[in-house]
């Protein structure tokens, strides 16, 4: 018997994974090259330890590179897993008398998520996309909540000092530099911070001395 593409478990249709039947996903963010960034999992134990340990391997031996992903309002989405030690996993079990039984929730994401890389000055940054009310964690849901969260973690990543009240006019800049940009997901978003250019320090530089940044903050 073919599973049903979907499973209802939470309120929202999920995506299965043709790959490893049994397992079903709730959200994804893949950047722009669909390597994966944030994948959120549902299913069986011994379904999910099965995927964790085909992505463990290489194809010859078994493995997954690629994961796809199938559902009734998406089509073709396609997760690329290369590189899988860089994600971090985080499993945690729902109570055995509930009305699934043994399910076990998964999340694997990218070390960028947590963690920026100060050496590269690179950074991602999640947050629940906009039509959805309540906030995954840590006020994660407004539009000024994501943009503050955002400046934190530019400060954190950029290897120049960036005053408070620079934030909308750096952010602006480092978005039109490309050096920011969105990644759309399903049931989350995604936000790449790629600070690598050598042309930071001119465009904060430039900034400064067209009067646009200051050392003060504008009464």
């Given at each position: 018997?073919r ?116 050496v ?29 969260r ?45 600070l ?24």
């Open positions: 018997m599973e049903k593409c979907f499973l209802d478990i939470t309120g929202m249709a999920l995506m299965t994974l043709p790959e490893v039947p049994g397992i079903f996903a709730d959200a994804v963010v893949t950047d722009t090259h669909e390597a994966l960034v944030f994948l959120s999992l549902w299913g069986r134990d011994t379904a999910i330890q099965e995927l964790l340990a085909r992505l463990s391997v290489s194809e010859r031996e078994g493995g997954l590179e690629q994961l796809s992903l199938a559902g009734p309002e998406y089509q073709n989405v396609r997760i690329r897993t290369v590189n899988a030690d860089r994600y971090v996993k985080i499993s945690g079990r729902m109570p055995k008398d509930n009305l699934f039984g043994a399910v076990t929730q998964l999340w694997l994401y990218d070390q960028l998520v947590t963690e920026p890389d100060r590269n000055r690179k950074a991602i940054l999640l947050h629940r996309v906009s039509s959805l009310s309540q906030p995954l964690s840590h006020g994660m849901g407004s539009d000024e909540d994501k943009k503050s955002l400046w934190q973690r530019v400060r954190q990543t950029c290897h120049l000092p960036l005053l408070d009240h620079w934030r909308d006019t750096v952010l602006d800049a480092f978005r039109k530099e490309g050096w920011i940009q969105d990644l759309p997901g399903i049931g989350l978003n995604g936000i790449t911070i790629d690598g250019s050598d042309d930071v320090e001119r465009v904060v530089g430039s900034l400064i001395m067209e009067g646009r940044l200051s050392l003060l903050q504008a009464a």
